[in-house]
């Protein structure tokens, strides 16, 4: 994701309502240019209600998010990804240098200390936790990337945030999930824990769609699954969503059929089609992966790549 920064977006508020906005991590995030434009709008619209509520009101709401669909829209560097999407790139080589691009100059900062963290909640049976692992290790294992797992079962924080985002209607929303989670105390140094990633297995609907398995959001380092009552029999297929949601937290989108890269040959399946139908991972979002952690690894100066690896 490239950078872009947005200082002006409370411009309209007063010094109180700014002071309110910036309560919220991601605000912070989007006006430093480390969230996408469309993940702030619909956390907006996950936290409307409770803004409303603190005294923002919903004309200076529909304010922020026309200024910040006109800023993104209007700027340069939304016109270059647009252009990259349409057009064909001319090797592999070319792909690989655009991920590592992107990479280089991404600020997220749960994979900071290598650390993913798998939780259930209590009414998820036991035996699924150890196949959401097993489809996460396997991804970074042939990635060759460097990433403890750790698991964290029913612990109660995880049960606290899931209740605190869970809908009326019995769905969890996600944005508001992952959000609570990254501003969580466990994530910040000085409060005694640390940068990670977190997983938490689910016995509802996600609240994007009652068809979704699953929902990341790399930025925040959060991933949930769904295994709502007898989905948690099909213990073959939430590995498939597990390995397929680990390649968004490890930062790639669906599968990149709307470009064409030459060199690459077209594949009928692959893990990061949204029907999470193979395990295996094509070519081409292989080399994304890769190089997009490669250039995470230039730009920190840390790495994450385990010390030999064999990319095939």
Not at 21 to 34: I, Q
Not at 60 to 74: G, M, Q, V, Y
Not at 75 to 91: G, M, P, Y
Not at 145 to 162: A, E, K, M
Request: aromatic fraction near 12%; glycine fraction near 6%.
């Amino acid at each position: 994701m490239i950078k872009i920064l947005f200082p002006r977006i409370l411009d309209h508020l007063s010094e109180s309502k700014k002071r309110i906005m910036l309560t919220y991590p991601f605000v912070k995030l989007f006006m430093a240019g480390n969230l996408e434009p469309s993940i702030f709008l619909d956390d907006l619209k996950s936290f409307e209600e409770d803004l409303i509520k603190k005294g923002i009101s919903k004309q200076e709401i529909e304010s922020i998010k026309n200024f910040a669909f006109k800023e993104a829209t209007n700027r340069k560097v939304f016109a270059e990804i647009n252009s990259f999407r349409q057009k064909s790139l001319n090797s592999p080589q070319d792909w690989k240098n655009y991920w590592r691009i992107v990479g280089k100059y991404d600020k997220t900062k749960w994979y900071e200390e290598k650390e993913i963290r798998v939780y259930r909640m209590p009414n998820v049976n036991a035996s699924v936790l150890p196949i959401v692992i097993s489809g996460i290790k396997e991804l970074l294992d042939e990635l060759g990337l460097d990433f403890d797992i750790r698991n964290f079962g029913t612990h109660p924080s995880i049960i606290q945030q899931v209740n605190l985002s869970t809908m009326t209607d019995g769905k969890l929303n996600t944005s508001k999930l992952f959000l609570i989670q990254f501003d969580e105390d466990w994530r910040k140094n000085e409060k005694g824990g640390k940068q990670h990633a977190d997983v938490v297995i689910v016995n509802q609907y996600l609240a994007d769609s009652d068809s979704f398995w699953g929902g990341t959001i790399f930025q925040y380092g959060g991933m949930a699954i769904s295994v709502l009552n007898q989905r948690q029999r099909n213990l073959n297929f939430i590995k498939n969503v597990a390995k397929h949601e680990t390649a968004h937290l490890l930062g790639l989108g669906y599968h990149h059929d709307q470009i064409n890269v030459r060199g690459y040959p077209s594949v009928r399946d692959c893990l990061t089609f949204h029907r999470c139908s193979s395990l295996i991972i094509c070519q081409r979002c292989r080399d994304a992966i890769v190089a997009f952690w490669e250039g995470i690894q230039e730009g920190t100066g840390k790495r994450f790549f385990k010390r030999i690896r064999i990319i095939k």
